[in-house]
Each structure stands twice: as structure tokens, then as C-alpha cells.
């Protein structure tokens, strides 16, 4: 090979490499269902949350019934234990956490795992940013 071709060959490497750390987190789930969160309060702050978590049909016009729903908290560096909480049917489509505990500010992935009634299942994700608490001490002068 010579060495023009192999200059061309590393150039060409290096356009290609960076791409390579861009691909998606593979193919989405076929699961037919639309999902929407809210979360209280917004914008997430460290401690207890409401999560309300809503499922619609593919259309977006029924709500998908008797469905279970467990909710994945993490955090996007290493180290962070997952934060995990089961959802409520409160109303036909409409489950709820009291209480989800985001235990410290920063970026979050809410992964929203459902198994239907006829055993499909599939995950959506959706990032979060979780505030910490204003401090609660006092600006104490000298």
C-alpha cells in the first residue's frame, strides 16, 4: 500500500469514528401505545415527585387499560443505584407514582416499562432534569 493510500485510509477512519458513537439505542419496541409523563413538581426537584404516566392507544384516542407500569429512575454517569417504583391505574390509561424519589439533581433517564394485558411489552425513555432545593440556610453575615 502507499503511503498516499494509506493517508486516505486514515482520513477516511477518522471521519467514520466519530459517527460510530452517534448510533441510537437500537430499534424502538413495536408496542402500540403513545406515552406521555408529567411529573410535579416542574421541574423535578430532589426528593419525593408525583409521576403521572398516560397511555394512549397508537392513534392517540383510547386509553390502554390494565396495563403494568414500573418506573426505572437513573442517572446518566456511573455509579447512581436505579430508582424503581410500580405505577397505579388510577383512572382507565392513567397511572401514577406518589411518590418517585429522585434522590439527587442532575440528569435523568425515566425509562417507563409496560406490559399490556396480552403480555406485550416495551420501554420509553424520557430525560429529566432534576433540580437540587434551594439551600435553606440563611445568608448569615460576619
Do not use: N
Not at 424519589?101 to 417507563?112: A, N, P, S, Y
Amino acid at each position: 500500500m502507499t503511503r498516499h493510500a494509506r493517508g486516505r485510509r486514515a482520513l477516511v477512519l477518522l471521519l467514520i469514528l466519530p459517527l460510530l458513537g452517534c448510533r441510537g439505542g437500537g430499534a424502538p419496541d413495536d408496542l402500540p401505545v403513545e406515552v406521555a409523563i408529567q411529573v410535579a413538581p416542574t421541574p423535578p426537584v430532589v426528593g419525593p415527585a408525583l409521576v403521572m404516566v398516560d397511555l394512549l392507544d397508537a392513534e392517540g384516542d383510547d386509553p390502554v387499560e390494565g396495563a403494568r407500569v414500573r418506573l426505572e429512575g437513573t442517572m446518566t454517569h456511573a455509579g447512581m443505584v436505579p430508582v424503581h417504583a410500580h405505577a397505579e391505574e388510577r383512572e382507565p390509561g392513567h397511572y401514577r407514582v406518589e411518590e418517585f424519589e429522585f434522590t439527587m439533581g442532575g440528569d435523568w433517564i425515566l425509562r417507563v416499562h409496560i406490559e399490556l394485558k396480552d403480555g406485550a411489552e416495551g420501554v420509553r425513555e424520557f430525560d429529566l432534569q432534576v433540580v437540587s432545593p434551594p439551600s435553606s440556610r440563611g445568608d448569615a453575615g460576619p
